[in-house]
């Protein structure tokens, strides 16, 4: 079955620092891969999504995704990250060649960025 | 504004009780979705939709019940055979793209258990 790994439960980094929140997927067929973020008490809003073409996809508010196929990762970041960001982020995977085709999400990155 | 709209924001259950938690989406989208999220562990889906009056299980269906009898609407049911229900419920939609689409979500409800 497919799975998603988000390598780190929580993430602290200073205001303007770099982050990179990680994301690896286990599906051997090909994949379709997003990242979405929740803000406390929120839904989830699509921040990029690869489908094809180019491995390296720019979202909103600056945030950037690679897409490694050898790795089944698909990390995101952003060079220089605000307050604002503090939110949690969520990856997820939906296969087109398997038979089932559901979106699977990983458990989540709490980004916490301090002043 | 086009969205998703879900009510109420919190619901309380009592023992042996059926709640209903309501979403509605005016994005003209054919798909939607009901996923359940607890701490640290993400979003797991209940069921989902693809057009009216046609549903499938997902993951986690074991005590909950829909239905789909308009494009824009798809209740979800917390039944009694649910004997942990509380959780944050999440209702989404999505173009007949299938999951490839972007999902839209809408910004949850709270069901707690007396």
């Known amino acids: 079955a497919q799975s998603v790994t988000q390598l780190d439960s929580q993430v602290p980094v200073f205001e303007e620092a770099p982050v990179e929140l990680r994301c690896n997927y286990s599906s051997s067929v090909s994949v379709y891969l997003f990242w979405y973020v929740q803000y406390p008490n929120q839904g989830l809003q699509l921040l990029l999504k690869?489908?094809?073409?180019?491995?390296l996809v720019k979202g909103i508010n600056g945030f950037e995704a690679e897409f490694n196929k050898s790795q089944t990762s698909f990390h995101l970041r952003k060079p220089s990250v605000h307050i604002s960001d503090t939110a949690e982020y969520f990856c997820a995977v939906s296969d087109y060649g398997g038979s089932q085709g559901n979106l699977i999400f990983g458990k989540g990155t709490k980004l916490s960025v301090k002043p | 504004d086009g969205g998703i709209t879900q009510s109420p924001k919190y619901l309380f259950r009592k023992e042996g009780q059926n709640v209903t938690l309501s979403c509605e989406q005016n994005l003209n989208h054919d798909a939607m979705y009901w996923y359940r999220q607890d701490p640290g562990q993400g979003l797991r889906l209940i069921y989902y939709s693809q057009i009216v009056n046609d549903f499938q299980k997902g993951d986690i269906a074991e005590g909950y019940s829909v239905s789909r009898e308009k494009k824009e609407s798809f209740p979800l049911t917390v039944t009694s055979a649910q004997k942990n229900p509380t959780a944050f419920y999440l209702c989404?939609?999505?173009?007949?793209?299938?999951?490839?689409?972007?999902?839209?979500f809408g910004p949850g409800t709270r069901l707690l258990v007396l």
């Open positions: 989404a939609s999505s173009g007949r793209g299938g999951f490839q689409e972007t999902q839209y």
């Open positions: 690869y489908l094809s073409g180019s491995t």
